[in-house]
Nanobody, 117 residues
Framework: QVQLVESGGGLVQAGGSLRLSCAAS???????MGWYRQAPGKQREFVAA???????NYADSVKGRFTISRDNAKNTVYLQMNSLKPEDTAVYYC????????????WGQGTQVTVSS
């Protein structure tokens, strides 16, 4: 069992930046880590992911603006968000996933990001 705790959300003006953190209760070394978001009235959507080997993947809507990174020594994943837009407003969730015979998936409780125009 892995517990994930997000932090770093808040209110920012359009064009500003925020850095989200996701701290895990245990080692994330073998996990692929990701960030998802859910805006009011919409489904949860993929934002960014980083594999255990450090390969990254981004949603088209955030490419060039967001950067995901991981610090395995600190069991923490980050999402650096630059050039924020009002449409980035959502609750951001951290995700940890690994497949060892079975797929194990864990979610954090989410952190609110609000971008004002």
């Amino acid at each position: 069992q892995v517990q994930l705790v997000e932090s770093g959300g808040g209110l920012v003006q359009a064009g500003g930046s925020l850095r989200l953190s996701c701290a895990a209760s245990g080692s994330i070394l073998s996990f692929a880590m990701g960030w998802y978001r859910q805006a009011p009235g919409k489904q949860r959507e993929f934002v960014a992911a980083i594999t255990s080997g450090g390969n990254t993947n981004y949603a088209d809507s955030v490419k060039g603006r967001f950067t995901i990174s991981r610090d395995n020594a600190k069991n923490t994943v980050y999402l650096q968000m630059n050039s924020l837009k009002p449409e980035d407003t959502a609750v951001y969730y951290c995700n940890a996933q690994k497949t060892v015979a079975l797929t194990y998936t864990y979610w954090g409780q989410g952190t609110q990001v609000t971008v004002s125009s």
